[in-house]
Protein backbone atom coordinates (compact mmCIF):
# COMPACT_ATOMS: atom_id res chain seq x y z
CA UNK A 1 0.00 0.00 0.00
CA UNK A 2 1.10 3.75 -0.73
CA UNK A 3 2.63 6.20 1.91
CA UNK A 4 0.08 8.14 4.04
CA UNK A 5 -0.71 11.32 2.62
CA UNK A 6 -1.55 10.17 -1.05
CA UNK A 7 -5.35 11.35 -1.46
CA UNK A 8 -7.34 14.57 -1.01
CA UNK A 9 -10.39 14.47 -0.75
CA UNK A 10 -12.98 17.00 -2.45
CA UNK A 11 -16.20 18.10 -1.05
CA UNK A 12 -18.11 19.62 -3.38
CA UNK A 13 -21.17 21.84 -0.87
CA UNK A 14 -24.25 24.13 -0.95
CA UNK A 15 -26.05 25.22 2.05
CA UNK A 16 -24.87 22.31 3.96
CA UNK A 17 -23.80 23.97 7.16
CA UNK A 18 -25.59 21.43 9.40
CA UNK A 19 -23.82 18.39 8.18
CA UNK A 20 -20.36 19.85 6.67
CA UNK A 21 -18.55 19.57 9.90
CA UNK A 22 -18.83 16.17 11.03
CA UNK A 23 -18.31 15.85 6.90
CA UNK A 24 -14.82 17.13 6.93
CA UNK A 25 -14.40 15.44 10.49
CA UNK A 26 -14.71 12.25 9.49
CA UNK A 27 -13.17 12.75 6.04
CA UNK A 28 -10.09 13.81 7.23
CA UNK A 29 -9.24 10.82 9.06
CA UNK A 30 -9.53 8.37 5.96
CA UNK A 31 -6.11 6.48 5.80
CA UNK A 32 -3.93 8.27 2.74
CA UNK A 33 -5.65 11.73 2.89
CA UNK A 34 -3.41 14.77 4.37
CA UNK A 35 -5.98 17.07 2.99
CA UNK A 36 -9.55 18.50 2.60
CA UNK A 37 -11.18 20.45 -0.01
CA UNK A 38 -14.63 22.34 0.58
CA UNK A 39 -15.46 24.24 -2.35
CA UNK A 40 -18.76 26.06 -1.75
CA UNK A 41 -20.73 26.71 -4.33
CA UNK A 42 -22.83 29.81 -3.38
CA UNK A 43 -23.82 28.87 -0.44
CA UNK A 44 -26.52 31.14 1.19
CA UNK A 45 -25.88 29.87 4.94
CA UNK A 46 -22.69 28.97 6.94
CA UNK A 47 -21.08 25.90 4.69
CA UNK A 48 -17.87 27.84 4.29
CA UNK A 49 -16.81 28.70 7.67
CA UNK A 50 -18.01 25.81 9.00
CA UNK A 51 -16.43 23.71 6.69
CA UNK A 52 -13.27 25.61 7.27
CA UNK A 53 -13.34 25.66 10.99
CA UNK A 54 -13.33 22.21 10.83
CA UNK A 55 -9.80 21.78 9.23
CA UNK A 56 -10.69 22.48 5.42
CA UNK A 57 -9.02 24.02 2.96
CA UNK A 58 -12.41 26.38 1.45
CA UNK A 59 -12.96 27.63 -2.10
CA UNK A 60 -15.84 29.75 -3.06
CA UNK A 61 -17.47 30.65 -5.89
CA UNK A 62 -19.85 33.44 -5.59
CA UNK A 63 -22.69 32.40 -7.11
CA UNK A 64 -23.33 28.50 -7.58
CA UNK A 65 -21.59 26.91 -10.89
CA UNK A 66 -22.99 23.50 -10.38
CA UNK A 67 -21.51 20.05 -9.25
CA UNK A 68 -19.31 19.47 -11.75
CA UNK A 69 -18.08 23.45 -11.76
CA UNK A 70 -17.41 22.51 -8.10
CA UNK A 71 -15.00 19.45 -8.64
CA UNK A 72 -13.19 21.02 -11.43
CA UNK A 73 -12.60 24.06 -8.76
CA UNK A 74 -11.06 21.37 -6.33
CA UNK A 75 -9.30 19.41 -8.50
CA UNK A 76 -7.22 22.41 -9.79
CA UNK A 77 -6.94 23.36 -6.00
CA UNK A 78 -5.56 19.64 -5.21
CA UNK A 79 -3.08 19.82 -8.51
CA UNK A 80 -1.38 23.21 -7.40
CA UNK A 81 -1.14 21.78 -3.74
CA UNK A 82 0.78 18.73 -5.72
CA UNK A 83 2.86 21.48 -7.74
CA UNK A 84 3.97 23.76 -4.81
CA UNK A 85 5.19 20.56 -2.60
CA UNK A 86 7.43 19.12 -5.79
CA UNK A 87 5.35 15.35 -5.59
CA UNK A 88 6.63 13.19 -7.85
CA UNK A 89 3.04 11.08 -7.67
CA UNK A 90 -0.27 13.39 -7.49
CA UNK A 91 -2.61 12.34 -4.95
CA UNK A 92 -5.67 10.85 -5.86
CA UNK A 93 -9.04 12.43 -5.96
CA UNK A 94 -11.51 11.27 -3.80
CA UNK A 95 -14.81 12.92 -4.01
CA UNK A 96 -17.42 12.61 -1.15
CA UNK A 97 -20.65 14.57 -1.22
CA UNK A 98 -21.37 17.32 1.79
CA UNK A 99 -23.99 15.40 3.31
CA UNK A 100 -22.53 12.53 4.21
CA UNK A 101 -21.89 13.60 7.90
CA UNK A 102 -20.08 10.68 10.30
CA UNK A 103 -20.78 8.04 7.95
CA UNK A 104 -17.72 9.30 5.66
CA UNK A 105 -14.99 8.34 7.91
CA UNK A 106 -16.76 4.28 6.18
CA UNK A 107 -15.83 5.37 2.62
CA UNK A 108 -12.01 4.45 2.97
CA UNK A 109 -12.93 0.78 0.83
CA UNK A 110 -13.45 3.22 -1.74
CA UNK A 111 -10.08 4.60 -1.89
CA UNK A 112 -8.23 1.40 -1.30
CA UNK A 113 -8.36 0.16 -5.18
CA UNK A 114 -7.07 3.21 -6.43
CA UNK A 115 -4.18 3.18 -3.71
CA UNK A 116 -2.95 -0.61 -4.31
CA UNK A 117 -3.41 0.65 -8.03
CA UNK A 118 -5.50 -1.79 -9.20
CA UNK A 119 -8.46 0.66 -10.11
CA UNK A 120 -8.41 3.92 -11.97
CA UNK A 121 -11.66 4.81 -10.65
CA UNK A 122 -14.14 3.60 -8.05
CA UNK A 123 -17.65 4.07 -7.69
CA UNK A 124 -19.74 4.28 -4.45
CA UNK A 125 -21.97 1.23 -3.89
CA UNK A 126 -24.07 2.43 -0.74
CA UNK A 127 -24.76 -0.95 0.99
CA UNK A 128 -27.85 0.80 2.89
CA UNK A 129 -30.39 2.51 0.30
CA UNK A 130 -31.79 6.06 1.58
CA UNK A 131 -35.46 6.67 0.13
CA UNK A 132 -34.43 9.12 -2.73
CA UNK A 133 -37.91 11.06 -3.95
CA UNK A 134 -38.58 10.98 -7.57
CA UNK A 135 -35.36 10.44 -8.07
CA UNK A 136 -35.81 6.48 -9.70
CA UNK A 137 -36.92 8.17 -13.21
CA UNK A 138 -33.15 10.20 -13.25
CA UNK A 139 -31.75 6.71 -12.30
CA UNK A 140 -32.96 5.20 -14.49
CA UNK A 141 -31.87 7.58 -17.53
CA UNK A 142 -28.80 7.66 -16.95
CA UNK A 143 -28.09 3.76 -16.42
CA UNK A 144 -29.62 3.23 -19.46
CA UNK A 145 -27.51 5.56 -20.89
CA UNK A 146 -24.75 4.44 -20.03
CA UNK A 147 -25.52 0.65 -21.01
CA UNK A 148 -26.37 1.78 -24.45
CA UNK A 149 -23.04 3.86 -24.60
CA UNK A 150 -20.87 1.29 -23.18
CA UNK A 151 -22.44 -1.96 -22.68
CA UNK A 152 -21.92 -1.92 -19.15
CA UNK A 153 -24.51 -1.40 -16.25
CA UNK A 154 -23.44 0.20 -13.59
CA UNK A 155 -24.94 -0.40 -10.47
CA UNK A 156 -25.53 2.96 -9.16
CA UNK A 157 -25.18 5.72 -11.68
CA UNK A 158 -25.18 8.71 -10.25
CA UNK A 159 -23.10 7.95 -7.28
CA UNK A 160 -21.42 10.49 -6.84
CA UNK A 161 -19.15 9.17 -4.24
CA UNK A 162 -16.00 7.93 -6.43
CA UNK A 163 -12.30 8.05 -6.33
CA UNK A 164 -9.92 8.55 -9.32
CA UNK A 165 -6.34 9.14 -9.98
CA UNK A 166 -5.14 12.52 -11.17
CA UNK A 167 -4.92 10.67 -14.75
CA UNK A 168 -8.33 9.48 -15.01
CA UNK A 169 -9.46 12.90 -14.08
CA UNK A 170 -7.64 15.10 -16.51
CA UNK A 171 -8.33 12.44 -19.56
CA UNK A 172 -12.66 12.64 -18.60
CA UNK A 173 -11.76 16.91 -18.84
CA UNK A 174 -13.88 18.31 -19.41
CA UNK A 175 -16.46 17.76 -17.40
CA UNK A 176 -19.64 17.49 -18.47
CA UNK A 177 -22.07 20.00 -16.65
CA UNK A 178 -24.25 19.86 -13.70
CA UNK A 179 -25.09 16.83 -12.48
CA UNK A 180 -24.50 15.05 -15.59
CA UNK A 181 -21.08 14.88 -14.37
CA UNK A 182 -21.18 11.11 -13.21
CA UNK A 183 -22.92 9.62 -16.03
CA UNK A 184 -20.39 11.63 -18.32
CA UNK A 185 -17.32 10.18 -16.22
CA UNK A 186 -18.52 6.58 -16.19
CA UNK A 187 -18.78 6.69 -20.33
CA UNK A 188 -15.96 8.75 -21.43
CA UNK A 189 -13.49 6.48 -19.06
CA UNK A 190 -14.81 2.88 -19.50
CA UNK A 191 -14.69 4.04 -23.42
CA UNK A 192 -11.12 5.01 -23.16
CA UNK A 193 -9.86 1.41 -21.51
CA UNK A 194 -10.08 3.10 -17.96
CA UNK A 195 -10.33 0.05 -14.91
CA UNK A 196 -13.50 1.18 -13.02
CA UNK A 197 -14.51 -1.28 -9.58
CA UNK A 198 -17.53 -0.58 -7.66
CA UNK A 199 -17.47 -0.78 -4.25
CA UNK A 200 -19.59 -1.51 -1.59
CA UNK A 201 -19.49 1.14 1.32
CA UNK A 202 -21.91 1.57 4.21
CA UNK A 203 -22.36 5.32 3.56
CA UNK A 204 -25.63 7.81 3.61
CA UNK A 205 -27.36 10.55 2.13
CA UNK A 206 -29.80 13.04 3.78
CA UNK A 207 -33.16 11.47 2.85
CA UNK A 208 -34.62 13.60 -0.18
CA UNK A 209 -38.05 15.15 0.35
CA UNK A 210 -40.98 15.33 -2.33
CA UNK A 211 -41.29 19.30 -1.67
CA UNK A 212 -41.40 21.50 -4.88
CA UNK A 213 -37.79 22.89 -4.04
CA UNK A 214 -36.78 19.08 -4.86
CA UNK A 215 -38.87 18.45 -7.58
CA UNK A 216 -36.83 21.37 -9.35
CA UNK A 217 -33.86 20.04 -8.22
CA UNK A 218 -34.60 16.39 -9.79
CA UNK A 219 -35.74 18.49 -12.75
CA UNK A 220 -32.50 20.07 -13.63
CA UNK A 221 -30.69 16.37 -12.73
CA UNK A 222 -32.48 14.93 -15.45
CA UNK A 223 -31.86 18.08 -17.74
CA UNK A 224 -28.63 17.68 -17.02
CA UNK A 225 -28.13 13.88 -17.28
CA UNK A 226 -30.15 13.79 -20.70
CA UNK A 227 -27.86 16.77 -21.84
CA UNK A 228 -24.85 14.33 -21.17
CA UNK A 229 -26.23 11.74 -22.88
CA UNK A 230 -27.25 13.40 -25.53
CA UNK A 231 -23.50 14.15 -26.58
CA UNK A 232 -22.23 10.75 -26.09
CA UNK A 233 -23.63 8.30 -28.73
CA UNK A 234 -24.64 4.60 -28.43
CA UNK A 235 -22.47 1.78 -29.28
CA UNK A 236 -22.66 0.85 -32.75
CA UNK A 237 -24.56 -3.05 -33.00
CA UNK A 238 -24.13 -5.39 -34.99
CA UNK A 239 -26.87 -5.71 -37.81
CA UNK A 240 -29.32 -8.69 -37.40
CA UNK A 241 -28.46 -11.51 -39.28
Known amino acids: MPPSGDVAVVIPARDESDRIRATVTAAAGLPGVDVVVVVDDGSRDGTAATAENAGATVLRHPRSRGKSAAMETGAEAVRLMDGREHRGIPRHLLFL ?3 L ?3 AALAAPLAGPVRAGEADMTIAVFSERVKQAGRGFVVALSGS ?3 RATGWSPAQPLN ?5 TRAAFEAARPLAPGWGVETALSIDLYRIGMRIVEVEVPLAHRATGGD ?3 QVHRAHQLADVARALAVRKPIARAPRG
Open 97 to 99: DAD
Open 101 to 103: AES
Open 145 to 147: GIR
Open 160 to 164: GQRCL
Open 212 to 214: WRA
